[in-house]
């Protein structure tokens, strides 16, 4: 037998999840938020170029990768690193010998992205990120074939 | 008739077939008169094909046609705002209109007491700030994927580096 | 770029307007190969309110991918490979919720292409323009979407049969057989299309 919600029960329950929820919105703005960056070759060719050991991307960043306008066929992951920031700190990370990325948490689920080449500013971005969703900065690379940055918030 | 044969003399009419074996299907077709006639249907059906995509046009004016592309293209470059749930609304209204007061202070008293450094406004989703001014940027919603395509590195730059430039 | 520099400007020349925000420059490319296009699209859906809706999308699309154009083939061929790319994604989803055409099962119980007669009368031989195109029409239609496209990539898109493989996602081998149970039974239905106007 189902107990029937009476407008006098929502009166209590419904604020008292409300609460509930808040309390668990504020622990989540004091914890870190963690993500996962990429650098990624894209090419289309089905092999990656003698002598590199990349491999192929994971199932789930192709499948997000082939549904975005991008044209070359295979994807490779040359690095991955994982790293977890705190509100308002600045994080740096080395991605390639000539490239990093600054990612610094703002407030909820925004940050600012900065993309940096060779020791120059490339692009900067504030973005709203939250858990599950991807950034992905990209560019076109010698013999057609793409560079990727891809920035995925995983908590 | 030998599939494979009726396949390689398909291949001879497509010129896919390697020169090594083209002699030996000639040589087939000039003593089979079946295989002559499937090579004549065969080249019948290609030149019945061969005009077909000549005469099919566009049913929709230049004018028309275009200004549907451009809409679509600007409505896609613009980030738009995510609509208003309508079956949440209905829920909204039907259940937490009692609750609304109380969450409100909730909701403001979690604002007010965030510690925000930067001093920039939550409700902006999207502001960039770019160095590179010849970007794009591409927006899926629904796979919560953002796209930014950088004219980074120059194809000067590109040109001097391997693989993938100066990124890696 | 002024409007009779845009009637008289090459298709590079557009090309790269359009890559730096020209959209005068890419409207004037639409223009130019829309129809195309649009005819790529009808061959392969073989429903004209889809093939305009694919052939739009073809063209948003290409506008945001005109800055990986980097100009290995011409714009028309890269257009068409795009609307190629979106038709045969649509045929894909269009085919998971219906059930296999008569013409497949044929193709897998044990090859029917073998058994066909050969039409020595070419069916269509002094036919007007228009009564041709609207027989093959008619055949095209006739045919599953595996049959179709092979015939569509190899005859009006010129492709290798290694190349349609990899676009379709299959061998050689079936390329090769598709091809020639297209083409076989197309032979077969343009000859009963002709039988049944006679009657």
Redesign the interface.
């Known amino acids: 037998m189902r107990t029937k919600l009476t407008p006098a029960n929502r009166l209590v329950w419904f604020p008292t999840l409300l609460v509930l929820l808040a309390c668990v919105a504020v622990d989540a703005q004091a914890a870190d938020a963690k993500f996962q960056v990429f650098l990624l070759w894209g090419t289309d060719d089905s092999k990656p170029p003698e002598g590199k050991a990349y491999k192929p991307v994971q199932p789930e960043i192709r499948q997000k990768l082939k549904e975005l306008p991008l044209k070359w066929a295979n994807w490779f992951e040359v690095n991955r690193v994982d790293f977890a920031v705190q509100q308002g700190v600045t994080k740096e990370v080395p991605i390639s010998a000539k490239c990093q990325v600054n990612v610094k948490k703002l407030a909820d689920s925004e940050l600012e992205l900065c993309l940096v080449g060779k020791g120059k500013e490339v692009v900067k971005r504030k973005q709203s990120l939250p858990k599950g969703e991807m950034l992905v900065l990209g560019g076109n690379a010698p013999n057609s074939t793409a560079w990727l940055v891809l920035l995925k918030r995983i908590e | 008739m030998d599939y494979d044969k009726q396949l390689k003399l398909q291949a001879l009419l497509d010129g896919e077939l390697p020169e090594a074996e083209a002699s030996a299907v000639a040589q087939w077709l000039a003593q089979d008169h079946e295989a002559a006639a499937l090579r004549e249907e065969l080249r019948n059906t290609r030149g019945a094909l061969a005009e077909f995509e000549a005469g099919i046009q566009m049913p929709e004016s230049r004018e028309f046609f275009w200004s549907k592309v451009q809409r679509e293209i600007e409505r896609l470059e613009t980030p738009a705002a995510k609509p208003a749930s309508a079956p949440f609304s209905a829920l909204w209204r039907r259940f937490l209109v009692p609750a609304s007061a109380v969450a409100a202070l909730i909701i403001a008293g979690v604002v007010l007491n965030r510690p925000d450094s930067t001093g920039h406004t939550p409700a902006a989703e999207i502001e960039t700030a770019l160095a590179d001014s010849g970007a794009f940027t591409y927006r899926d919603y629904s796979a919560g994927t953002t796209l930014v395509w950088l004219s980074y590195p120059a194809d000067t730059e590109v040109a001097d580096n391997d693989e993938m430039g100066t990124v890696e | 770029m002024t409007d009779k520099d845009q009637s008289s400007a090459d298709d590079k020349t557009l090309v790269r307007a359009s890559q730096q925000g020209d959209?005068a420059a890419f409207?004037e490319l639409?223009?130019r190969h829309?129809?195309?296009i649009?005819?790529?699209a009808?061959?392969m859906m073989r429903n004209?309110e889809e093939a305009?809706d694919l052939?739009?999308e073809a063209?948003?699309?290409g506008?945001?991918?005109l800055?990986?154009f980097?100009g290995?083939s011409s714009f028309g061929t890269w257009m068409t490979r795009v609307v190629i790319n979106l038709c045969l994604d649509q045929l894909r989803k269009q085919k998971r919720q219906r059930t296999e055409s008569i013409e497949a099962m044929d193709e897998e119980s044990g090859?029917v292409e073998?058994q066909m007669p050969?039409?020595?009368v070419?069916?269509?031989?002094g036919l007007e323009?228009?009564e041709?195109?609207q027989r093959?029409?008619r055949a095209l239609g006739l045919l599953s979407y595996e049959h179709r496209t092979v015939?569509v990539l190899?005859?009006?898109e010129d492709m290798?049969?290694k190349e349609i493989a990899r676009t379709m996602g299959c061998s050689i081998g079936t390329v090769?057989?598709r091809?020639?149970y297209a083409?076989?039974k197309?032979?077969v239905l343009?000859a009963d299309i002709k039988n049944q106007d006679l009657l």
Request: charged share 35%; glycine share 2%.
């Open positions: 959209m409207e639409v223009a829309r129809d195309r649009f005819a790529r009808y061959s004209e305009v052939s739009q063209w948003v699309k506008w945001q991918r800055r990986q980097q290995d090859g073998r050969v039409v020595t070419n069916p269509t031989a323009r228009e041709l195109r093959i029409d015939l190899h005859e009006f290798e049969y090769m057989s091809l020639f083409r076989r197309l032979a343009l």
